[in-house]
C-alpha cells in the first residue's frame, strides 16, 4: 500500500548530488581583484611579471597574478589593497590597456570544469557603484533629421530637380525652389517616399520652399529609439569589459539606470560607460602622394581631411592619407556585425550588414565608384576622467586610425566584409556595433557608490534572517510532528539547497529582496508539509491503518499543494515578467522555491516516509 518507484528514488539521488555540487561554490568567497585588459592587439609577453614587480615596489604584494580568460587578473588580498594596486597599475600601463577593478571567483578548478558557479550577489549585497543617466532625445531628433535632410537631397537628384536648397533647422528641415512646378514635384515625391513627413509651405515672403518636420508618432519614435538603443549599446559594453552582472534598464522616458555590482572607482566605470567605437566609410581623395604633400605643408584641400593609416613605415612614422569629409556610411546605420575569418588569406575580418539606408548610400557610392578607393575610419571615443584641485574633470579622447584603404572591385550594399583587425580587436569591435553607435549623448544625471562593507552587512543579516527563520521551524517540527517533524526536516534542507543550487546553476543575482524570497519559501515549503502531516492525522482519527493513512494524507493533500502553489507561481511569474530590479529579483526566487518546496514536500518527503515505513506490513503506530 505504502510503496514508491525505485526510478524516483534514482532520480531524488540525483537531484541531491547535483544539490550538493551545484551549491558548493557559494561557500568560496570571492577575492577582490585588477582585471588588465588590452584595448588592441595581444597582452605584452612579460606583462604579469612586470605587473607584480611594480606592485611589490609600491609595497603592494598581491595573493597571484595571471593571464586568465585572455586578461591579466591581479588578486589582492582587500579591497584596500585592490583600489591602491588599480591607482598604480593604470599610468603604469597607459592607454593601451583598461585595468579595471573586479572580484575574481576562487571557486576549485574541478568544480568550474563542471559549470559549477556561486550566485552573482546584487548591488546592496556587494556594493558597487549606481549611475542615474539622462539621454539628450533632441540630439536624437536632430541626428535623425540631418540623416532625412541627405536622403531628400538624394531623391531630389533622383528626379532631375535642379536649383533646390536642403538645410536641416531647429525646427526641421527647409527646402527652397526655384520654381512652383519644383515645389509641386517635390511634394508629391515626399509624399510617395517619406509617408512619415509633414511639409508645409514657407510663410509669405519667404519665397517658394517647403518646412518639412517629422510626424508627432516619428519623432516620438525617434526619441523612445534612442533610449532603447543606448540601452543595448551599454549592455553589450560592459557584458564585453568583463563587469559581472550589470543592471541596465529604462526609468521613465529618457532616463537609464546602470547598476554595475563590484566597482567601487566612479571615474573607471564611467570610462567604462563612455567608451565607444565605430566605423566610418570615406572615399579617398587623391594618392598617397598628395597625402604626404599635405602632411608636409600644412595644406589641405576643401573637401578632405588629412588621417593617418594605423600601419607604419618600416622607420615607425605614420602614413598619411587623404579621405573626403562626406561619410558614405557609418556605425549607426548598422544592422549586424559578426566577427569571422576570411576564407582566402585567413586573416580576421567582421562582417558588417547596413541597413536599408545605409545599404543604399553604399551601393550608390560603389556603383559611380568601381576602381577607386574606400577607406575604413576606425572611431573610437575614450572618455577621460582626472582629478583637479580635487574636482572631478571629464573630457573626451577621440582616437581615428584607417584601418585599411582598398580599391572598390565591384558593386555591393548591405552586406560586405571589413578587414584589418587583428582577432581581439575584430571580437569586440562585434561586439559593440552590433547595436550600433549611441543613438544620443547621456549625462550622468546621479551616482552613488554602495561601499563593500555595507554589503557585506547586508549579506550577514540576510543569512542570519535565512537561518533563524529555518532553525525555529526545524524545531518546532520535531517537537510538533516527531518522526515525521524529521522527515519534514530533511525536506526542508533539501529545498533549501535546491533553491541555491539552482539559483546558482543559471546565474541568478542575489539581492536582498532575494534573501526574503528565500525565507518565504521556506514558510511556503512548511505550509505544504504541513498540509500532509495533518491530513495523515486525519486519516488516522478516521479509523485508517498507519499505512493506509500515510499512502492517503500524501495522495489527498497533493492536489490541495497544487491549488495552494499556483497561485502564488502566477504572482511570481507576474513579478520577475513585469517588475525590475529587486521586484524582479524577489518574483525569480519566489518562483524557483515554490517549484522546488512542492517537489520536496510531495516527492522527496514522501519517499523518505517509505523508506521508514514502507516494509513494516504490520505497523500499528505512526509518529506523526
Same mark, same amino acid.
Given at each position: 500500500?505504502?510503496?514508491?518507484?525505485?526510478?524516483?528514488?534514482?532520480?531524488?539521488?540525483?537531484?541531491?548530488?547535483?544539490?550538493?555540487?551545484?551549491?558548493?561554490?557559494?561557500?568560496? /568567497?570571492?577575492?577582490?581583484?585588477?582585471?588588465?585588459?588590452?584595448?588592441?592587439?595581444?597582452?605584452? &609577453?612579460?606583462?604579469?611579471?612586470?605587473?607584480?614587480?611594480?606592485?611589490?615596489?609600491?609595497?603592494?604584494?598581491?595573493?597571484?597574478?595571471?593571464?586568465?580568460?585572455?586578461?591579466?587578473?591581479? +588578486?589582492?588580498?582587500?579591497? @584596500?589593497?585592490?583600489?591602491?594596486?588599480?591607482?598604480?597599475?593604470?599610468?603604469?600601463?597607459?592607454?593601451?590597456?583598461?585595468?579595471?577593478?573586479?572580484?575574481?571567483?576562487?571557486?576549485?578548478?574541478?568544480?568550474?570544469? =563542471?559549470?559549477?558557479?556561486?550566485?552573482?550577489?546584487?548591488?546592496?549585497?556587494? #556594493?558597487?557603484?549606481?549611475?542615474?543617466?539622462?539621454?539628450?532625445?533632441?540630439?536624437?531628433?536632430?541626428?535623425?533629421?540631418?540623416?532625412?535632410?541627405?536622403?531628400?537631397?538624394?531623391?531630389?537628384?533622383?528626379?532631375?530637380?535642379?536649383?533646390?536648397?536642403?538645410?536641416?533647422?531647429?525646427?526641421?528641415?527647409?527646402?527652397?525652389?526655384?520654381?512652383?512646378?519644383? *515645389?509641386?514635384?517635390?511634394?508629391?515625391?515626399?509624399?510617395?517616399?517619406?509617408?512619415?513627413?509633414?511639409?508645409?509651405?514657407?510663410? !509669405?515672403?519667404?519665397?517658394?520652399?517647403?518646412?518639412?518636420?517629422?510626424?508627432?508618432?516619428?519623432?516620438?519614435?525617434?526619441?523612445?529609439?534612442?533610449?532603447?538603443?543606448?540601452?543595448?549599446?551599454?549592455?553589450?559594453?560592459?557584458?564585453?569589459?568583463?563587469?559581472?552582472? /550589470?543592471?541596465?534598464?529604462?526609468? #521613465?522616458?529618457?532616463?537609464?539606470?546602470?547598476?554595475?555590482?563590484?566597482?567601487?572607482?566612479?571615474?573607471?566605470?564611467?570610462?567604462?560607460?563612455?567608451?565607444?567605437?565605430?566605423?566610418?566609410? +570615406?572615399?579617398?581623395?587623391?594618392?598617397?602622394?598628395?597625402?604626404? @604633400?599635405?602632411?608636409?605643408?600644412?595644406?589641405?584641400?576643401? @573637401?578632405?581631411?588629412?588621417?593617418?593609416?594605423?600601419?607604419?613605415?618600416?622607420?615607425?612614422?605614420?602614413?598619411?592619407?587623404? =579621405?573626403?569629409?562626406?561619410?558614405?556610411?557609418?556605425?549607426?546605420?548598422?544592422?549586424?556585425?559578426?566577427?569571422?575569418?576570411?576564407? !582566402?588569406?585567413?586573416?580576421?575580418?567582421?562582417?558588417?550588414?547596413?541597413?536599408?539606408?545605409?545599404?543604399?548610400?553604399?551601393?550608390?557610392?560603389?556603383?559611380?565608384?568601381?576602381?577607386?578607393?574606400?577607406?575604413?575610419?576606425?572611431?573610437?571615443?575614450?572618455?577621460?576622467? *582626472?582629478?583637479?584641485?580635487?574636482?572631478?574633470?571629464?573630457?573626451?579622447?577621440?582616437?581615428?586610425?584607417?584601418?585599411?584603404?582598398?580599391?572598390?572591385?565591384?558593386?555591393?550594399?548591405?552586406?560586405?566584409?571589413?578587414? #584589418?583587425?587583428?582577432?581581439?580587436?575584430?571580437?569586440?569591435?562585434?561586439?559593440?556595433?552590433?547595436?550600433?553607435?549611441?543613438?544620443?549623448?547621456?549625462?550622468?544625471?546621479?551616482?552613488?557608490?554602495?561601499?563593500?562593507?555595507?554589503?557585506?552587512?547586508?549579506?550577514?543579516?540576510?543569512?542570519?534572517?535565512?537561518?533563524?527563520?529555518?532553525?525555529?521551524?526545524?524545531?518546532?517540527?520535531?517537537?510538533?510532528?516527531?518522526?515525521?517533524?524529521?522527515?519534514?526536516?530533511?525536506?526542508?534542507?533539501?529545498?533549501?539547497?535546491?533553491?541555491?543550487?539552482?539559483?546558482?546553476?543559471?546565474? $541568478?543575482?542575489?539581492?536582498?529582496?532575494?534573501?526574503?524570497?528565500?525565507?518565504? &519559501?521556506?514558510?511556503?515549503?512548511?505550509?505544504?508539509?504541513?498540509?500532509?502531516?495533518?491530513?495523515?492525522?486525519?486519516?488516522?482519527?478516521?479509523?485508517?491503518?498507519?499505512?493506509?493513512?500515510?499512502?492517503?494524507?500524501?495522495?489527498? $493533500?497533493?492536489? &490541495?499543494?497544487?491549488?495552494?502553489?499556483?497561485?502564488?507561481?502566477?504572482?511570481?511569474?507576474?513579478?520577475?515578467?513585469?517588475?525590475?530590479? /529587486?521586484?524582479?529579483?524577489?518574483?525569480?526566487?519566489?518562483?524557483?522555491?515554490?517549484? &522546488?518546496?512542492?517537489?520536496?514536500?510531495?516527492?522527496?518527503? +514522501?519517499?523518505?516516509?517509505?523508506?521508514?515505513?514502507?516494509?513494516?506490513?504490520?505497523?500499528?503506530?505512526?509518529?506523526?
Amino acid at each position: 500500500m505504502l510503496e514508491f518507484p525505485k526510478w524516483k528514488y534514482a532520480l531524488i539521488a540525483v537531484v541531491l548530488l547535483a544539490s550538493v555540487i551545484y551549491s558548493l561554490p557559494n561557500i568560496y /568567497p570571492q577575492q577582490p581583484a585588477v582585471q588588465i585588459s588590452v584595448n588592441r592587439g595581444e597582452l605584452e &609577453t612579460g606583462l604579469t611579471g612586470r605587473v607584480e614587480a611594480l606592485l611589490k615596489s609600491n609595497g603592494i604584494t598581491p595573493v597571484g597574478v595571471a593571464i586568465e580568460n585572455g586578461d591579466v587578473m591581479v +588578486r589582492l588580498a582587500n579591497p @584596500e589593497d585592490q583600489i591602491k594596486a588599480a591607482d598604480i597599475i593604470r599610468p603604469e600601463l597607459g592607454a593601451r590597456y583598461t585595468a579595471a577593478l573586479n572580484l575574481a571567483s576562487t571557486v576549485p578548478a574541478w568544480l568550474s570544469g =563542471l559549470g559549477a558557479k556561486p550566485m552573482t550577489l546584487g548591488l546592496d549585497l556587494q #556594493g558597487g557603484v549606481h549611475f542615474l543617466m539622462q539621454v539628450d532625445q533632441q540630439a536624437a531628433l536632430d541626428k535623425r533629421t540631418n540623416a532625412y535632410a541627405e536622403e531628400i537631397r538624394a531623391a531630389l537628384r533622383e528626379a532631375k530637380i535642379s536649383g533646390y536648397d536642403v538645410t536641416s533647422t531647429s525646427q526641421g528641415i527647409r527646402v527652397t525652389f526655384a520654381s512652383e512646378t519644383d *515645389r509641386n514635384k517635390t511634394l508629391s515625391l515626399l509624399g510617395k517616399n517619406f509617408p512619415v513627413l509633414a511639409a508645409v509651405d514657407l510663410p !509669405e515672403g519667404q519665397g517658394i520652399g517647403l518646412n518639412i518636420a517629422m510626424l508627432p508618432t516619428e519623432a516620438k519614435l525617434v526619441a523612445d529609439g534612442a533610449v532603447d538603443q543606448n540601452i543595448n549599446t551599454l549592455r553589450n559594453r560592459i557584458d564585453s569589459l568583463g563587469v559581472s552582472e /550589470p543592471v541596465i534598464q529604462r526609468q #521613465g522616458s529618457n532616463r537609464i539606470i546602470v547598476q554595475l555590482p563590484g566597482v567601487q572607482d566612479t571615474a573607471e566605470a564611467k570610462d567604462i560607460i563612455g567608451a565607444t567605437a565605430t566605423l566610418e566609410y +570615406r572615399a579617398m581623395i587623391g594618392d598617397m602622394a598628395a597625402a604626404a @604633400e599635405a602632411q608636409r605643408s600644412g595644406i589641405v584641400p576643401a @573637401e578632405a581631411r588629412l588621417y593617418f593609416m594605423r600601419e607604419t613605415n618600416p622607420d615607425g612614422s605614420r602614413i598619411p592619407i587623404l =579621405l573626403s569629409r562626406r561619410v558614405i556610411v557609418s556605425g549607426d546605420q548598422l544592422v549586424d556585425a559578426t566577427p569571422g575569418t576570411n576564407p !582566402e588569406n585567413g586573416q580576421p575580418m567582421v562582417s558588417i550588414k547596413l541597413d536599408t539606408a545605409g545599404g543604399k548610400r553604399m551601393f550608390n557610392h560603389t556603383l559611380d565608384n568601381v576602381g577607386k578607393n574606400m577607406a575604413v575610419v576606425y572611431v573610437e571615443r575614450i572618455p577621460e576622467t *582626472r582629478k583637479v584641485d580635487g574636482v572631478e574633470v571629464r573630457s573626451i579622447k577621440i582616437n581615428e586610425d584607417v584601418i585599411s584603404s582598398a580599391t572598390i572591385q565591384g558593386v555591393f550594399g548591405k552586406d560586405f566584409q571589413t578587414t #584589418g583587425l587583428d582577432p581581439q580587436e575584430a571580437d569586440r569591435l562585434s561586439k559593440q556595433l552590433k547595436s550600433g553607435a549611441l543613438a544620443a549623448p547621456m549625462d550622468f544625471a546621479q551616482e552613488r557608490v554602495i561601499g563593500p562593507s555595507l554589503g557585506a552587512e547586508n549579506v550577514e543579516r540576510g543569512v542570519k534572517a535565512v537561518m533563524f527563520s529555518f532553525v525555529f521551524v526545524l524545531i518546532f517540527f520535531v517537537i510538533y510532528y516527531k518522526m515525521f517533524g524529521i522527515i519534514t526536516n530533511l525536506a526542508l534542507v533539501l529545498n533549501l539547497l535546491l533553491v541555491v543550487a539552482v539559483m546558482s546553476m543559471f546565474g $541568478a543575482t542575489l539581492t536582498l529582496p532575494g534573501f526574503a524570497g528565500i525565507a518565504l &519559501t521556506v514558510g511556503m515549503s512548511v505550509d505544504a508539509n504541513v498540509l500532509i502531516n495533518e491530513r495523515i492525522r486525519e486519516e488516522l482519527r478516521l479509523g485508517n491503518t498507519p499505512l493506509a493513512s500515510i499512502a492517503a494524507g500524501y495522495d489527498k $493533500a497533493s492536489g &490541495t499543494i497544487a491549488d495552494a502553489n499556483l497561485t502564488a507561481l502566477l504572482g511570481g511569474i507576474a513579478m520577475a515578467a513585469f517588475g525590475a530590479g /529587486p521586484i524582479r529579483g524577489f518574483g525569480i526566487t519566489l518562483i524557483i522555491g515554490i517549484l &522546488t518546496s512542492m517537489f520536496t514536500a510531495v516527492t522527496v518527503s +514522501r519517499a523518505i516516509a517509505t523508506l521508514i515505513y514502507g516494509r513494516r506490513r504490520k505497523l500499528k503506530t505512526v509518529s506523526v
